[in-house]
């Protein structure tokens, strides 16, 4: 097969590697289309190494595709059938290996670019705004950041949860786009960076950019509030003044995946299957694709992923 | 009655005031034993005002006393019970009236000056670390600041729940006094302040010191441990590590009690009375007083809450 491979100057080069064989609990996945995550850079530059079990030098953490064998202990997949995964690694290639509880089912109506961007995003969005969060309706929301992927996922998992959004999105000209994310009955507000207190209180800031500034965003809650760290790329240290926190008794809630046992991948899993995975079949949920490159376009789609400006997701079509 | 009282200056004076008489839902309660507080000093620079419905310019936040008029709509007290209470302020003073539903009974062996002692600490104690962060039998827990009011608390209701405690003490000749605090069945570490890397990982950090290194604990914490941040004395501001937090999957958590809505505090209050005020009747948790001045020594009590190497509390008897 072909595969996106790191190699040893932290370049990315395609390369030829042999089709990985599904073990008895496995299955193997032909990918049809793979996301792009800022994670992958941050591997390649080697500050983010890929969990055990999973290949160490192929980026990509999200695939689509169909089931091409498997494994001796699974029940309940068979070949052919279309699914999509959260993966730890090796997902920018031909074929992968994926353990079976890791597994969604594609919607009827997806396609493989939109469901290439669905796992990272939305695990992310409903793992941290839900089930960490408790996001309830009549919560007010607000996301920074909130054009990328991952912004764009918790945008709607905020509004589709009955919560009131506020999104900050530096790019004027995304704002309408942000707007139109809101689930049919609701609405979502866009501000710029820097006028998001004209907004406040809120009960959870999602942080999705990070920087010296962003924990000043404490004043911003509503008493018991709660910041969800999510992204810190524009600046992974910050000032927190602690008497905003202890008066207004808010909560920094710092939160990643790459990290969990597997246990606890396949637990999030499950719980996306089951909740989150069926407001995608119902358009309740869609996935924004920014833009889609052929594999062997891999420089430009990683070049795109590290460029300003994104709506949605950038993916990779094998 | 005599009351100390904050002049303009923010001087403590002792004064004549006029005996306060109960309104149909309160009780005036004769004050026979009250706490001194950290927050006391700060209401006297002005930076730490009472809450509504309570003496604006005299300080003390708990009290014990006896019963002495009982409000028309209040059941189930009579004149002469041996009450406690966590009041918004008022309690250096020969009476004070409290509304009905913040009042704890005393428990038949405590003294006026220990149970004086008792109500901010372990409810502050106990609301943080068993309301808020949910404390278990086997969690390992770090205390910092373990010698003071609320240290000694935050020690005794984490040993009782089944905690492993390390405390962090910085006077090395109190370090036996605070291992002596663990009750019967459990043990408590003593560390010097540097030193509670030691004994990590932490389920629960109380910060009860501040300081601008005292996020870096962050980096004790067991996979999704919490910090409380309840005392920050010795800094107020501090850099966070925002990536540590992510990959702990950490939470840090900010309270006060003073703030809160009367609602909330009579919530406490109940809790307080139901589960905690029980522990202190057995013996399974102690108020340890560092020393007791009367009324008209107030100028050497608020002294010795100010300086350094307390264990426990600071009472006025009155």
Same mark, same amino acid.
């Given at each position: 097969?072909r595969?996106?491979?790191i ?5 990315f ?13 496995q299955v193997a996945v ?12 941050q ?7 890929a ?5 160490t030098?192929?980026?990509g ?20 059938d279309?699914?999509m ?24 109506g ?18 941290a705004? &839900? %089930? ?7 919560? $007010? =929301?607000? +996301?920074?950041? !909130?054009?990328?992927?991952v #912004? ?11 919560a ?7 790019r ?17 507000e ?11 209180p ?17 004043e ?6 709660k ?19 202890m008066?207004a ?20 899993a ?5 909740? &989150? %995975? ?6 309740r949920? $869609? =996935?924004? +694709?920014?833009? !889609?490159?052929?594999?062997? #376009? ?21």
């Amino acid at each position: 097969m072909r595969a996106v491979v790191i190699d040893g100057s932290g370049a990315f080069r395609l390369k030829q590697r042999a089709d990985p064989v599904a073990g008895p609990d496995q299955v193997a996945v032909r990918v049809h289309a793979a996301g792009l995550n800022a994670a992958d850079l941050q591997q390649a530059r080697g500050d983010y190494p890929a969990p055990p079990g999973w290949p160490t030098d192929i980026p990509g953490l999200e695939i689509a595709g169909e089931v091409e064998q498997v494994g001796a202990d699974v029940t309940g997949m068979s070949v052919g059938d279309r699914v999509m995964a959260l993966v730890g690694g090796g997902g920018h290639a031909e074929r992968i290996v994926v353990p079976a509880d890791l597994l969604l089912p594609l919607p009827a109506g997806s396609s493989w670019r939109e469901a290439a961007g669905f796992p990272e995003a939305f695990s992310t969005a409903w793992d941290a705004l &839900v %089930v960490q969060a408790g996001v309830r309706a009549g919560d $007010r =929301v607000l +996301v920074t950041g !909130a054009a990328g992927g991952v #912004g764009t996922a918790m945008v709607q998992v905020a509004a589709a949860s009955g919560a009131h959004v506020v999104a900050s999105v530096r790019r004027t000209e995304l704002h309408d786009r942000v707007k139109e994310l809101a689930p049919a009955g609701s609405t979502v507000e866009v501000v710029a960076p820097g006028q998001e207190g004209g907004r406040a209180p809120y009960d959870i800031v999602v942080e999705l950019v990070g920087g010296e500034e962003c924990l000043r965003r404490v004043e911003l809650l509503r008493t018991r509030g709660k910041i969800l760290v999510v992204g810190v790329q524009g600046g992974t240290v910050a000032p927190l003044r602690m008497f905003d926190l202890m008066l207004a008794r808010a909560q920094l809630i710092g939160t990643t995946i790459r990290g969990r046992s597997h246990a606890e991948k396949a637990l999030l899993a499950a719980t996306v299957r089951t909740s &989150v %995975v069926p407001l995608l079949a119902e358009g309740r949920l $869609r =996935v924004p +694709v920014d833009s !889609a490159f052929p594999l062997d #376009g891999y420089s430009d789609a990683y070049a795109r992923l590290a460029g300003p400006g994104k709506f949605g997701k950038v993916v990779m079509e094998l």
